[in-house]
């Protein structure tokens, strides 16, 4: 989650968080991250500390709270600040937060924070694969038995794998993952098969398979578009 008020830096972060393939909540300002924490559940929030209202430092402090008196685990908190002075800091760390950013924020020690909230961070971009070329290896039989109905039913599949992943039902998204890694193998797609693999797999952090999930979600979807045309 992104709690900033100004319109222009949440476009910026919404960019830079989305091109690694990470799902971003904007707050508007600290009653509204308060609010969205309440309801849901977030790998990092990044908190810029002065906004209308209630402020980050004042919304850190309280989210603090109620993860004590709830008995919740601790959500990293990074405050965000054009200018992060010695006696802002010490506020900070009083506060709660886990450490602090300034702006304009350094691309590389974003990335850096958030690869460590990963145990194994997924790679920048999926290998190029040709499914045209797959499926001229593959049993044409086969898939002319279960080609339609494979057209069908992946759309659903990935609505499902999707809506899994917002859920933070990793049970379901590891079966989900489980059966289209059957299906894709059908077809030849074997980078693809490895990845859902990868997810069925994993068990680390929440932000480690939402961007696996991102990053998977086109690629069934290429290898039906590919077949149809054959």
């Keep these: 989650m992104v709690a900033e008020d100004n319109p222009v830096n949440q476009k910026l972060m919404i960019e830079l968080l989305g091109k690694g393939g990470h799902r971003v909540t904007i707050a508007g300002d600290g009653r509204e991250a308060i609010a969205r924490w309440e309801a849901d559940r977030f ?23 109620l993860e004590k008196s709830r008995g919740v685990s601790h959500t990293p908190i990074y405050a965000l600040s054009a200018a992060v002075l010695p006696e802002d800091r010490q506020r900070g760390l009083s506060a709660g937060v886990d450490g602090c950013l300034t702006k304009p924020l350094h691309r590389e020690k ?19 694969s040709d499914y045209r070329a797959a499926l001229a290896e593959a049993d044409a039989e086969i898939i002319d038995i279960i080609g339609e109905a494979f057209l069908a039913q992946v759309p659903g599949d990935l609505v ?26 059908n077809f030849g797609a074997v980078r693809l098969e490895k990845q859902l693999a990868a997810l069925e797999q994993q068990q680390g952090q929440r932000t480690q398979r939402k961007s696996t999930c991102l990053r998977l979600m086109k ?3 290429r290898c039906a578009h590919r077949w149809s045309r054959i």
């Design 160 to 185: 499902r794998l999707h809506d899994a992943a917002d859920r933070s039902d990793w049970t379901q998204l590891a079966q989900l993952a489980h059966q289209l890694r059957g299906l894709v193998a």
């Design 110 to 128: 974003l990335q850096d924070i958030l690869s460590r909230l990963c145990r194994d961070p997924v790679p920048d971009a999926l290998p190029a």
């Design 43 to 65: 790998d990092i929030i990044l908190m810029d500390i002065q906004m209308p209202g209630v402020d980050g430092f004042a919304a850190t402090q309280q989210i603090r709270s």
């Design 219 to 221: 690629k069934p979807g």
